[in-house]
C-alpha cells in the first residue's frame, strides 16, 4: 500500500459525460501528479500542484482540468468525454517539488462507451 | 513525439542471470532519471534514481548506468529474481519538474 488513494477504482461512462477522479495523497505530501496511462503507451503526464498551487502542465487537454484543495487532496475532471479517452488515471504524490520519490495510487480505469 | 522510449516491450530472464532493461531518450535537458516497477492491478513503485551528474548508481541488486553522450539509460539487475517480474518504466525530468514516461518493458524472471 503506497499510501496514495484513488477513487474510483474503475468508471464507466458515455461519450460526452464529465467525470471527477479523486486522489488522496500520503500523509505529509505536499505535491500531486496526475498521469494518463492509455493503452501500449507509457505514463503521460498530465499536471502537478505543489501545496495547492499548478506547478506544472503536461500534455493535458483543454477538456480537462484539475485542483489541489486544501486539505491536499486533488480531483482531476474530465469533460466532454471521448472514446480516446478510456485510459488508466494514475495519481501520485511526493513530499517535495520533484518527483524523485513519488508514490503512485492503484489508478482509476476510466472506459468511455 | 515520444522523447523517452524503451524499445524492447519484453524480456525473459533465468533466475540468477542478470537483466538488463534499457531506455534511450532525445532531450539533452533532461537532468533527472527514474526507473519504476509496476506489478498488475497496482500503481507504480520507485525504483532507484540517477542524477545527470552522475553515470552510476547502485541500490542492492538493482544499478542504474547513464551515457549522457549517447542519451542511453539502463537499469541492471543482478541477480534476477522471480519476484522481479513486473513492467519497468524508465522516466526523464525535464525543467518545470515535467516528468517523460517510456512505455515500459515487461520483464519476466523464469525460475
Known amino acids: 500500500d503506497s499510501g496514495v488513494t484513488q477513487t474510483p477504482k474503475h468508471l464507466i461512462t458515455a461519450t460526452g459525460q464529465r467525470v471527477t477522479l479523486r486522489c488522496s495523497p500520503r500523509s505529509g505530501d505536499l505535491s500531486v501528479y496526475w498521469y494518463q496511462q492509455s493503452l501500449d503507451q507509457g505514463l503521460q503526464f498530465l499536471i502537478q500542484?505543489?501545496?495547492?498551487?499548478?506547478?506544472a502542465k503536461g500534455n493535458i487537454l483543454e477538456r480537462f482540468s484539475a485542483q489541489q484543495f486544501p486539505d491536499l487532496h486533488s480531483e482531476l475532471n474530465l469533460s466532454s468525454l471521448e472514446l480516446g479517452d478510456s485510459a488508466l488515471y494514475f495519481c501520485a504524490s511526493s513530499v517535495g517539488d520533484g518527483l524523485t520519490e513519488a508514490f503512485f495510487g492503484q489508478g482509476t480505469r476510466l472506459t468511455v462507451v | 513525439d515520444q522523447q523517452v522510449k524503451q524499445n524492447s516491450p519484453s524480456l525473459s530472464v533465468q533466475e540468477g542471470r542478470i537483466s538488463i532493461l534499457n531506455c534511450d531518450y532525445t532531450?539533452?535537458?533532461?537532468?533527472?532519471f527514474l526507473w519504476y516497477k509496476k506489478y498488475p492491478a497496482e500503481g507504480p513503485t520507485f525504483l532507484i534514481s540517477?542524477?545527470?551528474?552522475?553515470d552510476k548508481n547502485e541500490d542492492g541488486r538493482f544499478t542504474v548506468f547513464l551515457n549522457k553522450s549517447a542519451k542511453h539509460l539502463s537499469l541492471h539487475i543482478v541477480p534476477s529474481q522471480p519476484g522481479d517480474s513486473a513492467v519497468y518504466f524508465c522516466?526523464?525530468?525535464?525543467?518545470?519538474?515535467?516528468?517523460?514516461f517510456g512505455t515500459g518493458t515487461s520483464l519476466t524472471v523464469i525460475p
Open positions: 522516466a526523464a525530468r525535464a525543467s518545470g519538474n515535467q516528468f517523460y
Open positions: 532531450n539533452s535537458m533532461f537532468d533527472y
Open positions: 540517477i542524477s545527470s551528474i552522475k
Open positions: 500542484y505543489y501545496n495547492g498551487e499548478e506547478r
